[in-house]
């Protein structure tokens, strides 16, 4: 089994808004991803968690906020977005950071208003 | 530094035809190399995965690339191209800079079939 699994499936937020996205996987994988993909262009590496522990940010602002509370769960909170914050959000994840094939949840189509 | 190039942003083919859709790679190190699928509104899906064993690659629903290293290439066939191919396929290419795999993806090329 390849699942990764995401909810919710669309989100629609205020720019005041609270919001969490949640991503889950029982492959015992330990390496979790997540991505933000703009219509038409191809995902952009978001964060990296290793072993629940926080591995990459890639420069992301921080009103967006992981959290890894298990090896087999990653949230992404979302607080106080700006409109082009909305895209898809994809979560993925490998054996292990060093193993390079990552599978890809079916993503959470956020839209800010 | 890795990059990857999708010769093309947008591939039409008739119902039946064969399909390829070209990738070039630069990679300092031995790569592994990928081809995601997406559908509209969909995550990603792998097709296939090339990490230096065989150059030729089968994947799932028909698919398959070849590796040239001579020519940094690895472009994705079908020999005959079914309505539900129709999506967008990025290439992926992955390499250990830093003792850790990072992905960089090609900007994608869209597939239409026509019927």
């Known amino acids: 089994d390849t699942e990764v699994t995401q909810t919710p499936k669309h989100l629609v937020m205020g720019m005041t808004n609270k919001k969490s996205l949640k991503c889950e996987q029982h492959?015992?994988?330990?390496?979790m991803y997540w991505y933000k993909q703009k219509a038409k262009k191809p995902p952009e590496l978001m964060f990296v968690?290793?072993?629940?522990?926080?591995?990459i940010n890639e420069s992301v602002p921080s009103r967006f906020s992981p959290e890894c509370p298990n090896s087999s769960l990653l949230n992404l909170h979302l607080h106080a977005l700006q409109p082009e914050d909305s895209a898809l959000y994809l979560c993925a994840s490998s054996q292990g950071l060093t193993t390079d094939t990552q599978y890809f949840g079916p993503g959470t189509r956020l839209t800010v208003l | 530094a890795q990059s990857v190039t999708q010769l093309d942003s947008h591939v039409s083919v008739s119902e039946g035809t064969p399909v390829l859709l070209r990738c070039n790679y630069s990679s300092s190190y031995s790569p592994s190399l990928f081809w995601y699928v997406q559908h509209p509104n969909k995550g990603l899906q792998l097709l296939l995965k090339y990490t230096s064993a065989a150059t030729l690659v089968k994947g799932i629903n028909g698919f398959e690339a070849e590796f040239k290293k001579s020519e940094t290439s690895f472009h994705l066939t079908k020999p005959s191209a079914h309505m539900s191919d129709a999506a967008e396929y990025f290439c992926?290419?992955?390499?250990?800079?830093?003792?850790?795999?990072?992905?960089?993806f090609g900007s994608g090329t869209r597939l239409q079939v026509q019927p």
């Open positions: 968690y290793s072993y629940e522990k926080l591995s």
């Open positions: 492959m015992g994988h330990r390496a």
């Open positions: 992926v290419v992955s390499d250990n800079p830093t003792g850790r795999r990072a992905l960089t």
